[in-house]
């Protein structure tokens, strides 16, 4: 099945620095991938989509200068946490949709998380 | 907008059957879902219903959607322990953005 992995799992910064995640489908090409952020015991929220060669699409209220993403290639998507903050300690999980997928299916596989904490 | 809620907690005796119910606000949602997740894990997709279905079955579980009233059900057969998670529903329209519900935390007790 369609693999998306996230790097790195967890990690731990000092406030103020920035911070990159990775997110990679493994053996699916995704012209979109999704960013989205869970607090503890809470739903997830979708943060932006990030389309492949071109500009994410923010959702209302995220800060597209504090959460820059960039998606450089069909397999690769990244969300960099500029001048971090404790209050962006949080669990941050994203998705990919298959570009082959036929338009009658409507999956996205998601990747495992990345739990970061801001001290 | 959008709006998809659960019931936060379920608790059940192994062997038995869950059934955790949600309801959702866009009547022109065309994909329904349920999503599980294990603590500290992503999400692992279960299985999806189209909107002009009313069932569908995939070994232990069923899905039903009573599309009338916005409602979406996941019956869990012979609950197991490891079937403690918690579990998501979610609705989208097309490629749209997914629109997770709160989240039911099913509790499994030996």
């Known amino acids: 099945g369609a693999v998306v992995s996230q790097h790195p799992s967890w990690v731990i910064c000092k406030s103020g620095t920035s911070v990159k995640i990775e997110c990679r489908s493994l053996d699916f090409q995704a012209t979109t991938m999704f960013w989205y952020r869970q607090f503890p015991k809470q739903s997830l929220m979708l943060m932006a989509t990030s389309n492949e060669g071109s500009k994410a699409t923010y959702e209302q209220g995220v800060e597209k200068d504090k959460f820059l993403i960039n998606h450089a290639s069909l397999t690769l998507s990244t969300l960099t946490v500029t001048s971090a903050h404790p209050e962006d300690s949080s669990f941050y999980i994203c998705s990919a949709r298959d570009r082959l997928a036929p338009e009658s299916r409507e999956t996205q596989y998601f990747g495992p998380g990345t739990r970061l904490l801001v001290l | 907008g959008e709006d998809v809620e659960q019931s936060l907690f379920l608790s059940v005796r192994e062997g038995d059957s869950s059934v955790i119910n949600c309801t959702y606000t866009?009547?022109?949602?065309?994909?329904l879902y349920w999503y599980k997740q294990e603590p500290g894990a992503g999400l692992q997709l279960l299985t999806y219903i189209f909107s002009n279905m009313d069932m569908k079955q995939d070994q232990r579980l069923t899905v039903l959607l009573n599309k009338k009233d916005k409602h979406l059900s996941l019956r869990i057969a012979d609950t197991q322990t490891g079937d403690s998670a918690i579990y998501f529903c979610a609705e989208s329209k097309g490629y749209q953005k997914v629109t997770f519900g709160t989240g039911t935390k099913l509790q499994v007790i030996p």
């Open positions: 866009d009547s022109s949602s065309t994909y």
